[in-house]
Antibody
Framework: EVQLVESGGGLVQPGGSLRLSCTASGFPFSNYWMSWVRQAPGKGLECMANINQDGSEKYYVGSAKGRFTISRDNSKNTLYLQMNSLRAEDTAVYYC???????????????WGQGTMVTVSS | DIQMTQSPSSLSASVGDRVTITCRASQTISNYLNWYQQKPGKAPKLLIYAASTLESGVPSTFSGSGSGTDFTLTISSLQPEDFATYYCQQSYNSRTFGPGTKVDVK
């Protein structure tokens, strides 16, 4: 079964850090672009970062630049999101998502994890 | 940055109704437009990619059209399981989602 499972969410104080993980199974992880998408409570979807197959290309939305780092370990079939200098407005469910197309991404996300909740509060 | 808008933001409909949701991009995105369905507490589900291609396993009651800046998602006959929020997403330059359209019961 093709699956993505996120972990690492939780409660963190403003200014703190958190590292999210997303473990993939059931497909050749190293062949696909991967992304992190978040959803604040009651709000829409926002693609925070994406990474190519070997990690040599990374892209971030403006609010993530300089604070968040996306990475991957293909030997462990795992995607990461290191989040630093967290703010209350980063409170959201964070999903990892797989690009639909092998090798050359088209930006459509066909597989999503169940999400992990990050709460930034004192 | 490419901005996405959707209309309406919400609509009320009945089972069997034909439903149309519109998505507009702030600049041309060719056909790099995808549609997702999301139900409360669940991850989004890909319905349509490349503006008009139905994802495997998605019912044929869903269809998409458009290119350039204007796109449409149509549900030809609304089913009980179709009450949800629908998002468009551009993947021409980075990835940006529209604000969503909530479809609820009339």
């Amino acid at each position: 079964e093709v699956q993505l499972v996120e972990s690492g969410g939780g409660l963190v104080q403003p200014g703190g850090s958190l590292r999210l993980s997303c473990t993939a199974s059931g497909f050749p992880f190293s062949n696909y672009w991967m992304s992190w998408v978040r959803q604040a409570p009651g709000k829409g979807l926002e693609c925070m970062a994406n990474i190519n197959q070997d990690g040599s290309e990374k892209y971030y939305v403006g609010s993530a630049k300089g604070r968040f780092t996306i990475s991957r370990d293909n030997s462990k079939n795992t995607l990461y999101l290191q989040m630093n200098s967290l703010r209350a407005e980063d409170t959201a469910v964070y999903y990892c998502a797989k690009d639909r197309r092998v090798l050359v991404a088209d930006g459509a996300f066909d597989i999503w994890g169940q999400g992990t909740m990050v709460t930034v509060s004192s | 940055d490419i901005q996405m808008t959707q209309s309406p933001s919400s609509l009320s409909a009945s089972v069997g109704d034909r439903v149309t949701i519109t998505c507009r991009a702030s600049q041309t995105i060719s056909n790099y437009l995808n549609w997702y369905q999301q139900k409360p507490g669940k991850a989004p589900k890909l319905l349509i990619y490349a503006a008009s291609t139905l994802e495997s396993g998605v019912p044929s009651t869903f269809s998409g059209s458009g290119s350039g800046t204007d796109f449409t998602l149509t549900i030809s006959s609304l089913q009980p399981e179709d009450f949800a929020t629908y998002y468009c997403q551009q993947s021409y330059n980075s990835r940006t989602f529209g604000p969503g359209t909530k479809v609820d019961v009339k």
